[in-house]
């Protein structure tokens, strides 16, 4: 009985935690030429990152509500900038768009 | 008496017999002629009317789809223009009832009394501002109305029997306000952004709150995202300042500088000034900019509150979400081909739109 009401708290306690979770998700493309960095990682200072797909979406589930996260994209052995996302509702759209400078690979919110 | 024909014959047989082969062949030859005369004539005259038929059916049939494409299309033309005067009828007829009891039965009216507004009353008003910003919020500037419905909740003093719960019932009226706006000003937005720039700007609200100090905190973008996110580096805060801030459209590019201030959690409003520099074609910045300074809320919707810019192109402000940590705002550059219906472009820009497009002729640019 004891094991029931526990198994059912532990479960209640999970559903509520992903309920209260944040998402970010979006499109990347870089320019010019708008192609999509197919095979890009980005990443969050909240925890988890998300490959990019072909099409330049991404998706990062799992994240603290209400907080701000920093975003940042890995792609052909460059890494970007920090660009700030916060996470004030449970779906958080977030669009960039990506330009190599230089040595450098700037992640331009958009 | 002589027999011919006996006598004949042999003379014939004669013949015959002493002609040469060529002349025999001549013989054969011009019978072969003959024989294609003869069969010519009859062929080709039924050929002839053969065409002639086909000629006929063919055109018949030509002139009869023209003329049942030319009727389809008059007919379609025609059930459009109706469907759309009857829309439009419609559409008038439920705008001034709507209009005429918003402002009929006004809560701002003092006879009714706004000291003691239940919030059915309030409730019914909504409704109403709902179906008009719901049917004519891309063509009538709805602002001023949401505004007043704001306040009238705001000032609305429950009766004896609401005062249990009022301000719990207060919150959900505004709460229902507020997600109208978002929802017309999204749709707005969702439409416009494929046709246009975006642009998504997240402002910490404590750094903007409006508070009774003299020290009043700005948020001046993209100069202080940047600070935040490539300090230490100068070269990469340059290039992200200039890619941020840059929009081109149609060729056209602007760089867009804002600075927010006196946030208002509780109005959820907050101040912003624009600034909006043109390149020229030589690459040099226009030394006018355009400069505007105006009060964002949920009210703002980019089809009809917008910037004018030059080359008939508006740019577009709207408040996403607003919290006690962030404040979210989206923009949109586009053209003004988008904007509402009663948004009417200057002749200049129209006759360079023209012009672009080689729509006119070189007597009349000229």
Same mark, same amino acid.
């Given at each position: 009985m004891?094991?029931?009401?526990?198994?059912f708290l532990g479960g209640f306690m999970l559903l509520a935690g992903a309920a209260s979770a944040a998402e970010i998700y979006g499109q990347l493309w870089v320019t010019p030429g708008?192609?999509?960095?197919?095979?890009?990682?980005?990443?969050?200072?909240?925890?988890?990152?998300?490959?990019?797909?072909?099409?330049?979406?991404?998706?990062?589930?799992?994240?603290?509500?209400?907080?701000?996260?920093?975003?940042?994209?890995?792609?052909?052995n460059l890494t970007s900038n920090l660009a700030n996302v916060y996470t004030g509702s449970h779906r958080n759209g977030a669009n960039f768009m990506l330009k190599f400078t230089g040595e450098r690979l700037l992640l331009i919110r958009r | 008496?002589?027999?011919?024909?006996?006598?004949?014959?042999?003379?014939?047989?004669?013949?015959?017999?002493?002609?040469?082969?060529?002349?025999?062949?001549?013989?054969?030859?011009?019978?072969? +002629?003959?024989?294609?005369?003869?069969?010519?004539?009859?062929?080709?005259?039924?050929?002839t009317a053969l065409a002639i038929a086909l000629l006929g059916y063919w055109g018949q049939s030509a002139v009869t789809r023209i003329a049942a494409m030319d009727q389809n299309a008059r007919l379609y033309t025609e059930l459009l223009s109706k469907r759309e005067q009857s829309?439009?009828?419609?559409?008038?007829?439920?705008?001034?009832?709507?209009?005429?009891?918003?402002?009929?039965n006004g809560m701002g009216d003092t006879?009714?009394?706004?000291?003691?507004?239940?919030?059915?009353?309030?409730?019914?008003?909504?409704?109403?501002?709902?179906?008009?910003?719901?049917?004519?919020?891309?063509?009538?500037s709805l602002g001023p109305l949401f505004l007043?419905?704001? &306040?009238?909740?705001?000032?609305?003093?429950?009766?004896?029997?609401?005062?249990?719960? +009022?301000?719990?019932?207060?919150?959900?009226?505004?709460?229902?306000?507020?997600s109208l706006a978002k929802r017309v000003a999204g749709a707005q937005l969702?439409? #416009?952004?494929?046709?246009?720039?975006? #642009?998504?700007?997240?402002?910490?609200?404590?750094?903007?709150?409006?508070?009774?100090?003299?020290?009043?905190g700005f948020y001046t973008w993209p100069t202080d995202e940047v600070a935040l996110i490539a300090a230490g580096d100068e070269e990469l805060a340059n290039e992200l300042s200039l890619e941020l801030s840059r929009l081109t459209q149609d060729g056209v590019t602007r760089i867009l500088t804002f600075q927010f201030s006196n946030a208002n959690y509780r109005q959820k409003t907050l101040n912003v000034a624009l600034t909006v520099e043109t390149f020229k074609a030589d690459g040099t910045l226009d030394n006018r900019p355009a400069e505007m300074?105006?009060?964002?809320?949920?009210?703002?919707?980019?089809?009809?509150?917008?910037?004018? #810019?030059?080359?008939?192109?508006?740019?577009? #402000?709207?408040?996403?979400?607003?919290?006690?940590?962030?404040?979210?705002?989206?923009?949109?550059?586009?053209?003004?081909?988008?904007?509402?219906? &009663?948004?009417?472009?200057?002749?200049?820009?129209a006759i360079k739109a023209l012009k672009r497009d080689g729509m006119l002729d070189g007597e009349l640019v000229k």
């Open positions: 004891g094991s029931k009401a526990l198994l708008n192609s999509a960095p197919v095979g890009g990682v980005v990443e969050t200072s909240c925890g988890g990152q998300a490959e990019v797909d072909r099409y330049g979406r991404y998706r990062i589930t799992g994240l603290p509500k209400n907080q701000t996260c920093a975003l940042t994209i890995q792609y052909r | 008496m002589h027999d011919i024909s006996q006598e004949q014959k042999p003379m014939v047989a004669a013949d015959a017999d002493s002609g040469n082969p060529v002349q025999q062949e001549r013989r054969q030859g011009k019978s072969g +002629w003959e024989k294609f005369e003869i069969l010519s004539k009859p062929i080709s005259g039924i050929l829309e439009s009828m419609l559409r008038k007829d439920m705008f001034s009832v709507i209009l005429t009891d918003f402002f009929k006879d009714h009394g706004i000291e003691s507004t239940s919030s059915a009353e309030i409730s019914q008003k909504l409704l109403k501002l709902e179906m008009l910003a719901l049917n004519f919020g891309d063509s009538l007043e419905v704001g &306040r009238d909740i705001a000032r609305a003093k429950p009766s004896a029997a609401e005062r249990m719960g +009022w301000l719990v019932k207060k919150g959900a009226l505004i709460k229902r306000l507020h969702a439409s #416009l952004k494929p046709r246009g720039k975006p #642009l998504h700007i997240e402002i910490p609200f404590k750094q903007i709150e409006m508070n009774e100090t003299a020290q009043q300074k105006f009060n964002l809320d949920y009210f703002n919707f980019p089809l009809i509150d917008n910037t004018r #810019l030059s080359n008939n192109q508006r740019f577009a #402000l709207v408040l996403a979400g607003f919290d006690e940590n962030t404040v979210k705002v989206e923009g949109v550059l586009f053209p003004g081909e988008f904007s509402s219906q &009663r948004d009417k472009p200057y002749l200049m820009d």
